[in-house]
């Protein structure tokens, strides 16, 4: 949560969720959600951008409190 300084009533807030789930010992699968909130977007703009993120995540080698 941002605002600014010279007008209050002018912010935006920034959030993220996610969570990630082991598919093998060496892979793993990411889900996250994004959101850009912006209470007085620029003109012709949206105030809120949702962006979904989904990928998989290579371990290509155990940590060390793992082994």
Known sequence: YVVSLED??????????GVESAL??????????????INQPAEGRKPNDVQTIVGVKVQLQKHPQEA
Request: aromatic content about 16%; hydrophobic content about 40%; overall charge negative.
């Open 8 to 17: 209050s009533g002018n912010y935006l807030v920034n959030a993220e969720a």
């Open 24 to 37: 093998t010992s060496m892979l793993d699968l990411i889900f996250t959600v994004r959101d850009y909130y």
